[in-house]
């Protein structure tokens, strides 16, 4: 009986481990959010997405921002319409502030600058 | 030759022809074929420049919840997918051979759902095009990196119903322009309740049955429930989008196993823990394959979510229990001496 409790705890225990790791966040920076005046502060203007679709290109984000932790950005989205900033989503009129915590790299898609990336470094 | 001897020869043979039949048809399969998703695409609107209707039988789909753009044409219309530079990337001709250029970007781009083999020597979009038939239905199927957030990580700050991602792909249907506008939207994460529940109802028939030493009698039946629901995930993805044909071979095996432990139990326990064994490894291989149906939202199948995850779960946990019951058994057969005689003075 013994024997038997020990096997069924074991393959319990070995698949909460799989399902915990695999359904993890598995992302190498933490953000958190501040209140105070960000170090980067950035704003999307009303019409940059109309300006986008019409084949405008605006340069309102780097290409790259190096940044060390405790370090901030915040992305004001005036414009009509959600944006994707790298790694960030700004809904239309929100206020995106997130602070730097732990070193690493985020990237993604950029819908202000259509085939883009927005790509920050963040160090030590 | 004792049975003791030959346990560990008969095995490992089981186990490698097991494995064997299991990987092969995956080399035949397409790379990466749709799977769990957090993300929702949707055609928006389909808009021809010349303003008239598309011809009738042509059909323009997403695929896979978000992994795939699928396009199909009636015979005697031609289509062309330009690549994400303007390069010929897809034809489908008018007698419905469809075929890809070797030289586009696009076409090593667009093998994987998140866009990971670009580098190829092959590679020249200024080149005259190097066609490869790759179908004949009349219909093609390709991971379009505009109509999904190319990141497992969803956006930071994005929450269930934000569209993340806006975009349009051009087409050339019958020698007219076509425009095809998508979104797609970030869902509400999975419930792990099925998951859960499904785990407890395995653990508690398995520590059951272990009791009673009849464990390996369970293998058939856990193996015809992964056969299920593989079965449904393969059915449930167009042809075109390559579905893995691995989610049905392996539970298959599984149930031939189960069978031999049905029919081994006249041949002795050597027989009915080694299928046990070989049963429980394919079983716990296909849970391992599947694993992500626990942390996305959308699952590809046609069956209710709930019920793949809890299927899964009950899977993942007798398989685990397939192998280290029949190892124990095993282990036991092994140390057990043969008996001594008896003597007198």
Redesign the interface.
């Known amino acids: 009986m013994k024997k038997l409790l020990i096997a069924v705890i074991a393959s319990a225990a070995v698949v909460a481990t799989a399902v915990i790791v695999l359904s993890g966040d598995d992302s190498i920076l933490r953000t958190a959010s501040i209140t105070t005046a960000a170090d980067y502060e950035y704003e999307i203007p009303l019409g940059a997405g109309e300006r986008t679709d019409a084949g405008e290109e605006l340069n309102i984000f780097p290409w790259i921002l190096k940044v060390r932790v405790g370090e901030s950005i915040r992305i004001v989205n005036n414009d009509d319409r959600d944006h994707l900033i790298g790694a960030f989503f700004v809904g239309a009129g929100e206020t995106l502030t997130q602070e730097f915590v732990s070193p690493g790299m985020l990237t993604g898609e950029c819908s202000i600058r259509p085939g883009s990336s927005f790509t920050i470094q963040v160090s030590e | 030759m004792t049975e003791q001897n030959i346990l560990p020869s008969r095995l490992a043979m089981s186990m490698f022809l097991g494995l064997i039949i299991a990987l092969v048809p995956g080399s035949a399969t397409f790379a990466d074929a749709p799977g769990p998703t957090d993300y929702s695409s949707r055609i928006t609107a389909v808009e021809t420049l010349d303003g008239l209707p598309l011809p009738e039988g042509v059909s323009i789909s997403i695929e896979g919840h978000d992994s795939f753009l699928a396009l199909t044409v009636p015979k005697g219309v031609a289509a062309e997918v330009p690549g994400?530079e303007g390069e010929s990337y897809l034809n489908i001709d008018p007698d419905c051979t469809t075929s890809e250029n070797q030289r586009s970007m696009s076409t090593w781009y667009n093998k994987d759902r998140f866009g990971g083999e670009t580098s190829t020597d092959l590679v020249d979009n200024d080149a005259n095009p190097d066609w490869k038939i790759i179908g004949s239905s009349c219909s093609v199927a390709w991971h379009d990196h505009r109509i999904h957030?190319?990141?497992?990580?969803?956006?930071?700050?994005?929450e269930p119903g934000?569209?993340?991602?806006?975009?349009s792909i051009a087409l050339t249907i019958d020698g007219r322009d076509v425009v095809v506008y998508v979104e797609s939207e970030l869902v509400a994460p999975a419930s792990?309740l099925p998951?859960i529940i499904g785990?407890m109802m395995a653990?508690a028939i398995?520590?059951v049955m272990?009791?009673g030493m009849t464990l390996a009698l369970l293998v058939f039946p856990v193996s015809a429930i992964g056969l299920i629901i593989g079965g449904a995930q393969y059915l449930w993805a167009p042809t075109e989008t390559g579905p893995n044909i691995n989610v049905v071979v392996i539970p298959l095996i599984a149930a031939t196993s189960g069978v031999a432990t049905y029919v081994a139990q006249q041949r002795g326990l050597l027989f009915t823990n080694g299928s046990a064994l070989l049963g429980g490894t394919m079983l716990t291989i296909w849970a391992?394959l599947r694993?992500?149906v626990?942390?996305y939202a959308l699952l590809p199948t046609s069956l209710p979510y709930w019920a793949d995850r809890s299927a899964t779960?009950v899977v993942?946990?007798s398989g685990?229990?397939f192998v280290?019951?029949s190892m124990?058994q095993l282990w036991r057969m092994s140390i057990v001496r043969p008996p001594t005689e008896l003597t007198t003075d």
């Open positions: 994400y957030y190319m990141s497992s990580i969803p956006p930071i700050n994005a934000d569209v993340i991602v806006t975009d792990q998951a785990m653990l398995v520590a272990w009791r391992l694993i992500d626990f942390s779960a993942a946990v685990i229990a280290s019951y124990q």
